[in-house]
């Protein structure tokens, strides 16, 4: 079993990363170019994995999917369903607000060409073990893209082989339940793989999961 760590700022566990994000802040002094917090409510009813920050998104903002395409999606979605106070989010200060929900990333430092390799997911897991303790009890976590899912379950201490990845496919752990979504990237939605309605049909799914939790309560 993974320990339990708080996220920490100044993380330098993965050399790889460390020395690019130095690099990184040479090039870009005026970006954040740390470890990325997670960014909304402690004890959300609904948690958002992602996969790692990106080089002129998150990485230079400090928020997670802020300032690059990937959160255009992702923000006004939320906003649509009531969980995000504005549709967009373009600084860490804009005064965006997140109701229920929290959004982070399996790995919380930009990595070279926004690929992370194996021992880097499997060392920053311990954050993500520690964000999915504060989860609400029978609540949402949307993992978007198949590295988010197995770091989810991996922080579970659960086999990928037992719950397939799929978009919008649902699977319910002993805590929360799991529902997958094809990443919103750039690449994705302009190759038509993830489109507006697609990702619209994972969160009425997630709204569906939710109210029958209400009413159970």
């Given at each position: 079993?993974?320990?339990?760590?708080?996220?920490?700022p100044?993380c330098?566990?993965?050399?790889?990363?460390?020395?690019?994000?130095?690099?990184?802040?040479?090039?870009?002094?005026?970006?954040?170019?740390?470890?990325?917090?997670?960014f909304?409510?402690?004890?959300?009813?609904?948690?958002?994995?992602?996969?790692?920050p990106?080089l002129?998104?998150?990485?230079?903002?400090?928020?997670?999917?802020t300032?690059?395409?990937?959160?255009?999606?992702?923000y006004?979605?939320?906003h649509?369903?009531g969980?995000?106070?504005?549709?967009?989010?373009v600084?860490?200060?804009?005064?965006?607000?997140?109701?229920?929900c929290?959004?982070?990333?399996?790995?919380?430092?930009?990595?070279?060409?926004n690929k992370?390799?194996?021992?880097?997911?499997?060392?920053?897991?311990?954050?993500?073990?520690a964000e999915?303790?504060?989860q609400?009890q029978?609540?949402?976590?949307?993992?978007?893209?198949?590295?988010?899912?197995?770091?989810?379950?991996?922080?579970?201490?659960?086999?990928?082989k037992?719950?397939k990845?799929g978009?919008a496919?649902i699977h319910?752990?002993?805590?929360?339940?799991?529902?997958?979504?094809?990443?919103?990237?750039?690449?994705n939605?302009?190759?038509?793989?993830l489109?507006?309605?697609?990702?619209?049909?994972?969160?009425?799914?997630?709204a569906t999961l939710?109210k029958?939790?209400l009413?159970?309560?």
């Open positions: 079993m993974s320990k339990i760590t708080s996220f920490n100044n330098t566990a993965c050399p790889r990363l460390a020395t690019f994000l130095r690099e990184v802040r040479a090039e870009y002094p005026d970006y954040h170019a740390r470890p990325v917090a997670p909304g409510d402690a004890e959300p009813e609904l948690l958002i994995v992602g996969l790692a990106g002129h998104g998150a990485n230079a903002t400090g928020r997670p999917f300032g690059d395409f990937a959160g255009v999606l992702l006004a979605t939320l649509e369903f969980y995000a106070s504005r549709p967009q989010s600084a860490r200060d804009d005064g965006l607000e997140l109701r229920d929290r959004i982070t990333n399996a790995v919380k430092c930009v990595p070279p060409q992370p390799e194996t021992s880097e997911i499997k060392t920053c897991n311990r954050f993500l073990r999915l303790a504060g609400a029978g609540g949402v976590v949307l993992a978007l893209g198949n590295i988010a899912h197995a770091a989810v379950l991996q922080a579970s201490d659960l086999r990928p037992d719950f990845f978009h496919a319910q752990l002993p805590r929360f339940t799991l529902v997958d979504s094809y990443h919103c990237s750039r690449y939605t302009q190759t038509k793989r489109t507006t309605p697609m990702f619209k049909d994972v969160f009425n799914i997630i939710r029958r939790a009413e159970r309560a």
